[in-house]
Nanobody, 115 residues
Framework: QVQLVESGGGLVQAGGSLRLSCAAS????????MAWYRQAPGKQRDLVAS???????NYADSVKGRFTISRDNAKNTVYLQMNSLKPEDTGVYYC?????????WGQGTQVTVSS
């Protein structure tokens, strides 16, 4: 059984910063890609950032230069540092981990950016 536990969401003013964490626990033996997705109210879940096992990163155009994804392989954890937050960054953030040949999702953490 693999579980993903997310933390770090909250309410922040525009221009502020937050750091999200997602830790995988349980019987996970090999993790390949790790990613963060965002779902705004009434919209689909979209990719925000991803990172491969080799450290290659990819970002949505809307967050380039403001967000940074990173991972700690020893802790099976992926992070999302979010700076210069905007109201349009508001949504539920989900982490996704591909490991053991399966796809695992976190439960989601709410990020609200006030103007």
């Amino acid at each position: 059984q693999v579980q993903l536990v997310e933390s770090g969401g909250g309410l922040v003013q525009a221009g502020g910063s937050l750091r999200l964490s997602c830790a995988a626990s349980g019987s996970i033996f090999s993790i390949n890609a790790m990613a963060w997705y965002r779902q705004a109210p009434g919209k689909q879940r979209d990719l925000v950032a991803s990172i491969t096992s080799g450290g290659r990163t990819n970002y949505a155009d809307s967050v380039k230069g403001r967000f940074t994804i990173s991972r700690d392989n020893a802790k099976n954890t992926v992070y999302l540092q979010m700076n210069s937050l905007k109201p349009e960054d508001t949504g539920v953030y989900y982490c996704k981990i591909i490991g053991n040949g399966n796809v695992y999702w976190g439960q989601g953490t709410q990020v609200t950016v006030s103007s």
